[in-house]
């Protein structure tokens, strides 16, 4: 589309506009060349300068005006003419962990650098050494630098270890005997059916683990008649069976006549299915006599019956 496709007074309206945006751009850059520098009269400059002259200041590399009057108290002073008014700063001898606000602001320290050393101090953090202060946030190298040599860390705030002899080494207690117990010998004997923990940790490979189990599982059946039961507890050390006997067992006996279905199942010897046809059995057939009334049952083979037959009473 060609300038002159449009109308008459559309040309005269785009010409407007494209010459009224030169005459903006050309004002605006006019003025922003006028502003490039201002305009200091003769006497401004010459009263700035003398003032300058009769405080003694002279610019730092960090453009801060400094002017030195020499010692105060042992320490150097100097002021920075960038604080405000009355502001100066003192170089003596201080300890981070102990210097109050009036003594950091005195040293040079910004308000907000003070509450960070209040605020690092308050949570129990100690400055240990000068090296620590550099971390300080804000710190800056030549500030650290002007301060390093006036740090002075107390003693009182290092660590007590570096001050206080280590205890001496006593010798090793002799080996407790109830929780080290001493094994027994090959020829040596526990009873099963009445040994405690105690006595059960004397056998070689067992260990608290395992006496516990032991006499858990012995809770469980009514007591043990036969040391092959404890392979029934799943990954017992065969090897430990040796050491144990049977003597004159006493079992508690339960009555299958009088349980119910779910304090029937509680027994290692009997599964849910054995209960339920137990129940079955007194309800059709009424009480049981003896074991062998429920041979003719699927859930009870031979086998199931004769180690059943200790813990059972009618």
């Not at 020499?70 to 210097?99: S, T, V």
């Not at 390093?148 to 280590?166: E, G, K, L, T």
């Not at 260990?207 to 516990?212: D, E, K, M, P, V």
């Amino acid at each position: 589309m060609s300038f002159f496709s449009f109308n008459k007074s559309d040309r005269y309206a785009l010409v407007f506009l494209i010459a009224l945006s030169l005459l903006a751009f050309a004002l605006i850059w006019w003025l922003g060349g006028q502003a490039d520098q201002t305009v200091v009269s003769e006497q401004d400059s010459t009263s700035q300068q003398r003032y300058r002259d009769s405080r003694g200041f002279g610019y730092g590399g960090d453009g801060y005006h400094r002017t030195f009057s020499g010692n105060r108290g042992g320490g150097r002073e100097y002021r920075y003419d960038g604080l405000p008014q009355g502001r100066q700063i003192e170089l003596f001898p201080f300890d981070p962990n102990r210097a109050d606000s009036s003594q950091l602001m005195r040293l040079g320290f910004s308000p907000w650098q003070v509450r960070n050393i209040y605020k690092y101090r308050a949570k129990g953090g100690v400055y240990r050494a000068p090296e620590d202060l550099a971390q300080l946030y804000g710190m800056t190298k030549e500030q650290y630098e002007t301060l390093r040599p006036y740090i002075r860390i107390s003693d009182d705030f290092q660590p007590a270890a570096r001050y206080v002899a280590p205890p001496p080494r006593y010798a090793k207690s002799p080996r407790d005997s109830v929780k080290y117990p001493t094994k027994i010998g090959l020829n040596e004997k526990v009873v099963l059916n009445t040994a405690d923990t105690t006595q059960l940790k004397k056998v070689p490979g067992i260990g608290s683990g395992w006496a516990r189990q032991i006499v858990s599982y012995g809770r469980l059946l009514g007591g043990y008649v036969d040391v092959a039961q404890l392979t029934e507890i799943e990954g017992f050390p065969k090897e430990a069976l040796a050491y144990f006997v049977v003597q004159h067992p006493h079992t508690q006996k339960m009555n299958l006549n009088q349980l119910t279905l779910n304090q029937l199942r509680r027994h290692p010897y009997i599964n849910f299915f054995q209960a339920r046809a137990i129940c079955d059995y007194r309800r059709l057939h009424g009480r049981l006599d003896n074991l062998n009334q429920l041979r003719l049952l699927s859930d009870f083979p031979p086998e199931a019956i004769q180690r059943l037959e200790p813990y059972v009473t009618y």
